[in-house]
């Protein structure tokens, strides 16, 4: 399973404590750094609801899946912004596989539990039903808004809390490409992919080699430290997903996929098998590098 379920709702785990999410090896997670980044997504947001609208809104799809909803959470964190689901708080119970991986990442504190009327809505989020638009439009009439989208390429109009106003200014999709939004920077569109959590994984990646090398031109950072390993291992797990667990059988996966994921364990400790002898990329058998790769996850 992409992670295991805890036994009883107690998420606040001592310094030290090891969890085993993805594989046979454990990830250990601080508790300076099962806090500290959450508690930006949240001070953020509410920053954003009190009108600092120069903020991000990283926002994925309006099917809410969990690669939309990890992909929106790694994007608001790299743009320092804000991580928003597109629908109302009290649906997000009803996604079960996402509902199981932020409860075993800290995001839902058992003191939280029942506190917004709704059994799972944990404040680091940003739903639809907590914008309203009759305070929130500018005197203009326009929205003033930036918006990073993920899982998607096109501003869904039909949300109440974007309008002509919003700026999209980033995007992360694996969707095909149609063309909208063309200013977006960055605007990372692969439709090969088979997860958006993959584009942003990669960028996490790179902030975790600028602050291991001390090299600021790799990036163009938000953050004054390596990204949590909370959110690799969340990313990954949203990666592993989409991609049927690498399954060669279904193939729901591309090159890039699999580096990204591979990647990830590296940071992560993640237990694999041994690199093959010999591996070389410049292999002019691709389908050979791809089992190799595979063979290592």
């Known amino acids: ?3 295991s379920r805890p036994t009883r709702r107690d998420t606040t785990r001592p310094a030290g404590t090891t969890i085993r999410p993805l594989t ?28 600092d609208k120069s903020l991000v809104v990283a926002v994925g799809n309006s099917g809410g899946d969990l690669d939309t909803i990890v992909s929106s959470i790694a994007a608001a964190h790299l743009l320092g912004g804000v991580a928003m689901v597109p629908f109302p708080r ?25 506190a917004t009327g709704s059994p799972f809505a944990p404040p680091e989020l940003l739903y639809a039903d907590d914008v309203r638009t009759d305070v929130d439009v500018d005197v203009d009439g326009s929205y003033g808004r930036k918006v990073a989208l993920t899982d998607h390429n096109v501003l869904d109009r039909r949300l109440p809390h974007f ?57 163009k950072s938000y953050t004054d430290a ?29 090159r890039r996929d699999i580096r990204v994921a591979d990647g990830l364990f590296d940071v992560l400790g993640v237990d694999k098998k041994p690199p093959p002898a010999e591996e070389n990329d410049d292999d002019d ?3 050979k590098i791809e089992a190799k790769l595979v063979d290592r996850l």
């Open 1 to 3: 399973s992409l992670c």
């Open 285 to 287: 058998d691709e389908a």
């Open 90 to 114: 009290a649906e997000l119970a009803l996604r079960r596989d996402a509902v199981a991986l932020l409860e075993f990442y800290g995001f839902f504190p058992q003191a939280r539990e029942g």
């Open 226 to 254: 390596s990204p949590p390993e909370e959110l690799l291992a969340m990313v990954a797990a949203a990666i592993a997903l989409d991609a049927r667990g690498f399954d060669p059988a279904q193939k729901k996966y591309s």
């Open 163 to 219: 309008g002509a106003g919003a700026d999209v200014v980033a995007i992360f999709d694996h969707h095909a490409d149609e063309g909208a939004h063309s200013d977006a920077l960055p605007r990372d569109v692969d439709p090969g992919a088979g997860s958006a959590s993959t584009l942003l994984g990669e960028r996490l990646l790179m902030e975790v080699k600028k602050h291991k090398a001390k090299n600021a031109n790799v990036i």
């Open 24 to 51: 046979r090896t454990a990830v250990t997670v601080t508790a300076a750094m099962s806090t500290t980044w959450r508690s930006s997504l949240v001070s953020r947001k509410e920053a954003w609801l009190g009108g």
